[in-house]
């Protein structure tokens, strides 16, 4: 798969609300305090960790690993560039929470296998593990006629992806994080320009502009939707 360079680039991934509103829903599942040691897996820009950084000012500045570094990372964390699932093998760290959001589907099966049993034994008693994925069911995320095929074949990978990552993690608790999304058509087809989700990777620079003509016409100015995550959460 090639790589995403444009994910959260100006965004609503990227919108103090929306990190305000992930937080806030990590909040109730995790408990946080000044000694939470915290690893994201496939951090992005790290916007999440940085902004718990600065709620909780952690001992231990949170991690974030990415195998793209994308401009603007953020500085108040520890960012390595390096495969998850390389740093994962190589260094016995615990912490309290590993975090994988929208990460898992970068993964082969045998490989997530791998990782999954990993991040297990690096957890801290008590820790967690948090994975949030797309919705794979009446996912609301606006798509042209290519992309919705894309975006479904690779939900419906995503669902062979959860039974291995179900059947690794055993004891699991499946809730759903739910972003009320407000964005002018204009930013929306920008943002399909510059191929901000992995279903757009692959498609040839036609098939994007012919996408961008057909949401066009299907959209008024603001589009609205609900942008709706699985979680997926394991205690140790
Ligand atoms: C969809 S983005 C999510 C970014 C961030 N977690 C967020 O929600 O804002 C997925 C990220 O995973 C990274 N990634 C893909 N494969 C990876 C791997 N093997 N190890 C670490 N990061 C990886 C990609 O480069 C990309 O930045």
Same mark, same amino acid.
């Given at each position: 798969?090639?790589?995403? /360079?444009?994910?959260?680039?100006?965004?609503?991934?990227?919108?103090?609300?929306?990190?305000?509103?992930?937080?806030?829903?990590?909040?109730?599942r995790v408990?946080?305090?000044?000694?939470?040691?915290?690893?994201?897996?496939?951090? #992005?820009?790290?916007?999440?960790?940085?902004?718990?950084?600065?709620?909780?000012?952690?001992?231990?500045?949170?991690?974030?690993?990415?195998?793209? /570094?994308?401009?603007?990372?953020?500085?108040?964390?520890?960012?390595?560039?390096?495969? #998850?699932?390389?740093?994962?093998?190589?260094?016995?760290?615990?912490?309290?929470?590993i975090?994988?959001?929208?990460?898992?589907?970068?993964? @082969?099966?045998?490989?997530?296998?791998?990782?999954i049993n990993?991040a297990k034994k690096?957890l801290?008693r008590g820790g967690k593990i948090l994975i949030?994925?797309?919705?794979?069911?009446?996912?609301?995320?606006?798509?042209? /006629?290519?992309?919705?095929?894309?975006?479904?074949?690779?939900?419906?990978?995503?669902? +062979?992806?959860f039974k291995i990552i179900e059947k690794k993690l055993k004891r699991t608790n499946v809730t759903?994080?739910?972003?009320?999304?407000?964005?002018?058509?204009?930013?929306?087809?920008?943002?399909?320009?510059?191929?901000?989700?992995?279903?757009?990777?692959?498609?040839?620079?036609?098939?994007?502009?012919? #996408?961008? @003509?057909?949401?066009?016409? +299907?959209?008024?100015?603001?589009?609205?939707?609900?942008?709706?995550?699985?979680c997926i959460a394991y205690k140790k």
């Amino acid at each position: 798969m090639k790589k995403l /360079k444009n994910w959260d680039n100006q965004t609503w991934l990227s919108s103090e609300n929306y990190i305000y509103q992930f937080n806030k829903f990590l909040n109730k599942r995790v408990r946080l305090n000044k000694n939470t040691k915290i690893l994201d897996i496939g951090c #992005g820009r790290a916007n999440i960790i940085s902004t718990l950084q600065k709620r909780y000012k952690f001992r231990e500045k949170p991690i974030g690993l990415d195998i793209m /570094k994308n401009k603007g990372i953020k500085k108040n964390i520890i960012f390595k560039k390096i495969d #998850g699932y390389n740093y994962l093998k190589n260094k016995n760290s615990k912490y309290d929470l590993i975090l994988l959001k929208q990460t898992v589907h970068f993964f @082969s099966s045998s490989k997530l296998k791998v990782l999954i049993n990993i991040a297990k034994k690096r957890l801290e008693r008590g820790g967690k593990i948090l994975i949030f994925t797309l919705k794979t069911t009446n996912n609301k995320i606006p798509c042209f /006629k290519k992309m919705r095929q894309k975006l479904d074949s690779s939900l419906k990978r995503d669902e +062979k992806l959860f039974k291995i990552i179900e059947k690794k993690l055993k004891r699991t608790n499946v809730t759903f994080f739910n972003f009320k999304v407000n964005i002018s058509k204009h930013k929306y087809l920008k943002m399909v320009k510059s191929r901000y989700i992995s279903c757009l990777l692959d498609l040839s620079n036609y098939e994007i502009s012919k #996408g961008i @003509s057909e949401l066009q016409s +299907k959209y008024n100015t603001q589009i609205k939707f609900t942008d709706t995550l699985k979680c997926i959460a394991y205690k140790k």
